[in-house]
């Protein structure tokens, strides 16, 4: 047995469509409705360009296999979701153009240049750009 890699993460939020929009605005995921049983009003799944269903935003009220007790915010024990990308001043752009606060961060001995930004949900976002 062993771990190929994260498949997705899942984002419970308030505003399904404000979400998604976040997302395919910021990174340039693609919004698609997720499988039946779910609804486009309570699932939207952002794809990569590779095609990968790689976030699922659901809705608070969205039915969930293993039910418990989700409330919106910030994400307890989850400090950050990570994303490896590509595009560094492009994104910079896309952050200011949006007025979002932002952090970055620099580490030099591994070619690593970061972003830090909050999603509508403040789901930390590290945003990473290798050698680029």
């Known amino acids: 047995?062993?771990?190929?890699?994260?498949?997705?993460?899942?984002?419970?939020?308030?505003?399904l469509h404000g979400t998604a929009r976040f997302y395919a605005d910021?990174?340039?995921l693609e919004i698609r409705n997720a499988p039946p049983p779910l609804?486009?009003?309570?699932?939207?799944?952002?794809?990569?360009?590779?095609?990968r269903a790689i976030l699922h935003i659901n809705s608070v009220d969205c039915p969930r296999t293993y039910a418990r007790d989700?409330?919106?915010?910030?994400?307890?024990?989850?400090?950050?979701?990570?994303?490896?990308?590509?595009?560094?001043?492009?994104m910079m752009a896309r952050i200011a153009a949006r007025g979002l606060k932002s952090q970055c961060n620099e580490v030099k001995a591994i070619g690593l240049?970061?972003?830090f930004?909050?999603?509508p949900n403040d789901v930390l976002l590290e945003l990473n750009f290798f050698a680029d």
């Open 1 to 15: 047995m062993k771990v190929n890699w994260l498949d997705h993460v899942n984002i419970i939020a308030r505003d």
């Open 26 to 28: 910021l990174l340039g």
């Open 39 to 51: 609804t486009p009003e309570n699932a939207q799944w952002m794809y990569d360009a590779t095609g």
């Open 70 to 90: 989700i409330q919106p915010g910030p994400t307890g024990s989850i400090h950050h979701i990570a994303l490896n990308c590509s595009g560094y001043d492009e």
């Open 113 to 115: 240049r970061q972003i």
């Open 117 to 119: 930004v909050l999603d």
